[in-house]
């Protein structure tokens, strides 16, 4: 069975940090594109960030920029989410997600491309 799960999450101050973990059971994630996406209480989910296959291409929304970085660890079938400077406005559900690569280097930040899904993990940001 496919399975992705996060873990990672929690409360956190503004201005800390927090890294999520995007693990998979039943395939191997290097064969898949990784995103990262989040839904705030009464907002639809929105793309955050995102990783190609290989780890060779990465992408993130505007909002996060030069605070998050995803990355990828294949030999331990992990993607990361390295959250820094977290503000109240990034707290959400975090979801991680996995497409089936289209070319070389995919990677796309558009929801309804990615065909796996986890349950979430709950960040909270506040003081």
């Known amino acids: 069975q496919l399975q992705l799960v996060e873990s990672g999450g929690g409360l956190v101050q503004p201005g800390g940090s927090l890294r999520l973990s995007c693990a998979a059971s039943?395939?191997?994630?290097?064969?898949?594109?990784i995103g990262w996406f989040r839904q705030a209480p009464g907002k639809e989910r929105e793309g955050v960030s995102c990783?190609?296959?290989?780890?060779?291409?990465?992408n993130y929304a505007d909002s996060v920029k030069g605070r998050f970085s995803i990355s990828r660890d294949n030999a331990k079938n992990t993607v990361y989410l390295q959250m820094n400077s977290l503000k109240a406005e990034d707290t959400a559900v975090y979801y991680c997600a996995a497409a089936v690569p289209y070319y070389s280097d995919y990677e796309s930040l558009t929801e309804h491309e990615y065909e796996y899904w986890g349950q979430g993990t709950q960040v909270t940001v506040s003081s």
């Open positions: 990783i190609s296959s290989s780890g060779g291409s990465t």
């Open positions: 039943g395939f191997t994630l290097d064969l898949y594109a």
